[in-house]
């Protein structure tokens, strides 16, 4: 309710207004009553108003130095709307009201509907108002929150350790000790969910993560990051996922930070705490403190990796699953320095896979994108996961390399056949006698020959005995029957239909319009 304050010497016209305004606008305001400025004066800075009516003449203090002393004692967003009543039209009530900036002057007597529709016109315009702070507030204070997280997310990033002064001023405020977490969330088809997305999830089971953390921000890594005084609150966060049975959100926290010095290597603690959750497939939440102890690690394994690039086109999955399995020392895996096996995908990415496409060329699409992704071990859930999608590449890779291997081969063998026809058209010849001189199964060799020519035997011999044939009677020294002994045909009448077939005419016409022409 809106309070109202009447400031008039004459009781009637007090009681008056009161009941007029009470009856038109029923619990919309809350009125209190004045008979002098003075009075009235003491009434605001007791319960204040948000609307006042005042008369100009009365004793002790008027109506115009109550508006003075309000301009002086009052100031901006607090003070009241005001009304002016008064019995004279005077220009000089006039030009106080502008000085005072007065909404609306009324003369006496007061007409009902000119006073409500001042009092409808009011209330529009201080909603109007309170719509507007209220939104230039929340806007103010998200731009703060956005400042302040993005402050903190560059905290994160940089390599100084020392504070500037102004960062320190930006963060005052951080409770300590503190603890930093960051979560994420993989989808069952390894993408990854949104910062906000997270956020968003966690809120729906604990409420406002504002009421349980200092700090809310994201990482260049797009993860929502977490600084909070209790470890408990990020414990409940994986409490509760584990009761809603969420299994895609995973939590790392770091040990407790006791000073802004500290918010970047804690921030780097809960990183490497939510990647070793990447050997752990039952795990959801690390602290850092429990996988911080020394854990195993081993020598690069150069030869192995020699190996295995060497394996790759020789037909051996077996060894090369059995290779990737030492090389990747998957009985140890729960008791691996992350960054063993960050090297070795490393290792596996450029001494293995980039050298394959570099001496053989690009892969299909497909290979080149599973490569893409399998790339960043990150880019998984769980190593189970990277591990199942590196062997499935490696597998590709061998299939690819045996593709290339094998074309060449086919290429090679499908040359030979070709020149072994040409030396011998003029002979009785056959698909089964060359594919017997280039060693290929007789199915297999007509398949590839057609693959690789783009016609069966059959045509591509007829094709290639006309072709010397036409050499031949170009010459006209021959008669058409030694011609067609000469390019291996059994009889003249075959080869008459062959040509005719082929070229249209037949082999005498031919004769004839090659001489024709060259008597022209």
């Not at 100009?56 to 203090?61: A, E, G, Q, S």
């Not at 700090?215 to 414990?235: N, Y």
Request: glycine fraction near 6%; charge should be negative; proline fraction near 2%.
């Amino acid at each position: 309710m809106k309070k109202l304050l009447i400031v008039d010497d004459e009781k009637n016209i007090r009681y008056g207004l009161k009941t007029m305004i009470e009856r038109e606008f029923p619990s919309a305001y809350t009125i209190t009553m004045a008979s002098n400025g003075a009075e009235a004066l003491e009434v605001y800075k007791t319960d204040g108003a948000d609307i006042m009516i005042t008369d100009i003449r009365m004793p002790v203090m008027d109506g115009i130095t109550l508006l003075e002393r309000l301009s002086v004692e009052v100031r901006g967003e607090n003070s009241p709307a005001v009304v002016i009543l008064s019995g004279h039209d005077d220009f000089e009530y006039a030009k106080c009201a502008i000085r005072y900036r007065v909404k609306d002057y009324l003369l006496k007597p007061i007409r009902r509907d000119e006073l409500f529709e001042i009092l409808k016109q009011i209330h529009k315009e201080q909603e109007e108002q309170e719509f507007s702070a209220k939104k230039l507030e929340r806007e103010t204070e998200h731009f703060r929150k956005e400042l302040r997280s993005s402050r903190l997310r560059e905290l994160l990033q940089q390599q100084e350790v020392q504070l500037e002064r102004e960062q320190q001023e930006e963060l005052k405020g951080l409770e300590v000790p503190f603890t930093v977490g960051v979560l994420n969330y993989y989808y069952n088809d390894g993408t990854r969910m949104k910062s906000g997305e997270v956020q968003g999830l966690a809120e729906r089971m604990i409420g406002t993560l504002e009421n349980y953390f200092m700090e809310i921000t994201t990482d260049w890594d797009c993860r929502l990051v977490l600084i909070g005084s209790k470890k408990e609150d990020f414990i409940e966060l994986s409490r509760q996922a584990e009761a809603r049975d969420i299994t895609g959100l995973l939590i790392g926290i770091s040990s407790e930070g006791h000073g802004l010095n500290d918010l970047r290597s804690c921030y780097k603690e809960a990183c490497r705490a939510l990647q070793y959750t990447f050997l752990y497939p039952q795990a959801d939440f690390l602290d850092y403190e429990d996988v911080s102890q020394e854990r195993r690690d081993f020598p690069l394994p150069k030869e192995e990796l020699r190996k295995l690039l060497n394996m790759l086109g020789t037909e051996r999955e077996k060894e090369i699953k059995c290779l990737l399995s030492v090389i990747f020392q998957t009985e140890h895996l729960k008791e691996l320095d992350l960054s063993y096996l960050e090297s070795v995908g490393q290792s596996i990415n450029e001494q293995v896979l980039d050298e394959v496409f570099r001496v053989y060329g690009e892969a299909s699409v497909e290979v080149l994108k599973l490569y893409r992704t399998v790339g960043n071990m990150y880019n998984y859930r769980h190593f189970h996961d990277y591990y199942r999608a590196l062997e499935n590449l490696l597998l590709s890779v061998n299939d690819y390399i045996l593709g290339v291997r094998y074309a060449h081969t086919e290429h090679a063998d499908m040359e030979e056949a070709l020149i072994y026809i040409e030396t011998n058209y003029a002979r009785p010849l056959n698909m089964a006698m060359v594919s017997n001189h280039v060693s290929l199964n007789y199915s297999y060799f007509s398949e590839a020959f057609k693959a690789y020519t783009g016609e069966n035997f059959v045509i591509y011999l007829k094709k290639v005995r006309i072709r010397h044939a036409k050499e031949l009677l170009a010459k006209g020294c021959i008669k058409l029957a030694g011609v067609s002994e000469k390019v291996g045909f059994e009889n003249s009448k075959q080869f008459a239909r062959v040509f005719k077939e082929l070229e249209g005419i037949s082999p005498g016409d031919y004769r004839a319009k090659i001489l024709s022409e060259d008597l022209t």
